[in-house]
T-cell receptor
Framework: KNEVEQSPQNLTAQEGEFITINCSYSVGISALHWLQQHPGGGIVSLFMLSSGKKKHGRLIATINIQEKHSSLHITASHPRDSAVYICAVSRLVFGKGTKLTVNP | DSGVTQTPKHLITATGQRVTLRCSPRSGDLSVYWYQQSLDQGLQFLIQYYNGEERAKGNILERFSAQQFPDLHSELNLSSLELGDTALYFC?????????????FGPGTRLTVL
């Protein structure tokens, strides 16, 4: 079993929909990192969080340390949100990513 | 633009060869991380250097080695290349040495081994 599991693997949405991507991990961690990988390959850090919730624009990330679970939400999704979203935990172990496609 | 540069952008080589990938971190960042991303494996952490010293090791093969120089740039050396080494290689930098901190990723080097 992978230490970091993401779901779903693939997600297709219509523009404007609310998106949720989940990340579960099996090890104790001090922090979790959400990354976005653009279709061209570039990787951008979205959030670092160790508790509670963080918001940046239309993106919201939450973490429940006791349940070993984090979610990334995108409100009012847009085609430019199409990317692979990857979570990573504090021992630099990565999930396999969720490929999001937002159709206009 | 993250401020992290990687060269070359693309590299095509043959099995058995040796290549060197270069990474320059953001100004002021002391940590450099190297990652491999192949089609079927996702991102895999290889190795971290902090201020010239090896700080953490991940799934780095013995055929691979890295170093960080006094000016903080880093090089990843891949030798006796195999077809399975075909991948995107990213470096990332961070001001911090330990724990999980926000990292700034370079654009990657796409290595193709034929």
């Amino acid at each position: 079993k992978n230490e970091v599991e993401q779901s779903p693997q693939n997600l297709t949405a219509q523009e404007g929909e609310f998106i949720t991507i989940n990340c579960s991990y099996s090890v104790g961690i001090s922090a979790l990192h959400w990354l976005q990988q653009h279709p061209g390959g570039g990787i951008v850090s979205l959030f670092m969080l160790s508790s509670g919730k963080k918001k940046h624009g239309r993106l919201i990330a939450t973490i429940n340390i006791q349940e070993k679970h984090s979610s990334l939400h995108i409100t009012a999704s847009h085609p430019r949100d199409s990317a692979v979203y990857i979570c990573a935990v504090s021992r630099l172990v990565f999930g396999k990513g969720t490929k999001l496609t937002v159709n206009p | 633009d993250s401020g992290v540069t990687q060269t070359p952008k693309h590299l095509i080589t043959a099995t058995g060869q040796r290549v060197t990938l270069r990474c320059s971190p953001r100004s002021g960042d002391l940590s450099v991380y190297w990652y491999q991303q192949s089609l079927d494996q996702g991102l895999q952490f290889l190795i971290q250097y902090y201020n010239g010293e090896e700080r953490a090791k991940g799934n780095i093969l013995e055929r691979f080695s890295a170093q960080q120089f006094p000016d903080l740039h880093s090089e990843l050396n891949l030798s006796s290349l195999e077809l399975g080494d075909t991948a995107l290689y990213f470096c990332a930098s961070s001001p911090h040495g330990g724990g999980l901190h926000e990292q700034f990723f370079g654009p990657g080097t796409r290595l193709t081994v034929l």
